[in-house]
């Protein structure tokens, strides 16, 4: 109990004492602003050129939506499992990683969806047959491509890089920010 009793007992716990509030405010505050930031993927709208809103989030469930409808012209055509299975799992892969919402998981799901219909549409190219709805599958690449076009042109990423650097970048929050364990936010890519 005497060495509570010293002055220099006092200044070190006084010190521990700011340093871990210090790091628990920051980490908190830190926290809390990358997940705004986060969440912009699906909650922020964004005014798109073609005048109307869009969020990048609802553009990949768009997409699901759209292997969906693919889905069924590939089950109507009767082609190989191998195709229909590869479409399934990756449309399946991208729906359960929006509902997670890890950011790089969309990523990766979207890009092996990308993988899958480019498949399709190379097996369609190459005289593959299609049902008497051909005109909807061209309706339906086109709607595809386009949600693709709009979510990986938004302006999420620029949002992403705005708030990293003057805020996660400067000093000292650059350190507190490590020192506090907090990653910055995902980038959709």
Partial sequence: MEALKKRQTAVIIFVLVVVLFT????????????DEIE????????????????????????CVKYANRL?????????SDQVYDALTQA???????LDD?????????NQALVAAVEAVESLVNAGAALP?????????????YSA???????????YVDEFTGPTLRAFPTN????????SAPEKFE
């Fill in 175 to 182: 350190i507190l920010r490590r020192l506090a364990f907090v």
């Fill in 23 to 34: 790091l628990i405010g920051c980490h908190r505050s830190l926290t809390k602003a990358c």
């Fill in 39 to 62: 969440a912009a993927f699906f909650d922020k709208t964004q005014l798109a050129a073609e005048g109307y809103y869009t969020r990048p989030g609802d553009q990949l469930e768009n």
């Fill in 148 to 158: 693709q076009s709009v979510a990986a042109n938004s302006a999420y990423n620029d």
């Fill in 71 to 79: 889905l069924s012209v590939i089950n109507a055509a009767d082609w």
């Fill in 91 to 97: 449309r399946q892969a991208l729906a359960d990683a």
């Fill in 101 to 109: 919402g890890d950011i790089s998981d969309i990523y990766d799901a």
């Fill in 132 to 144: 008497e709805s051909s005109d909807d599958y061209d309706t339906i690449l086109a709607d595809f």
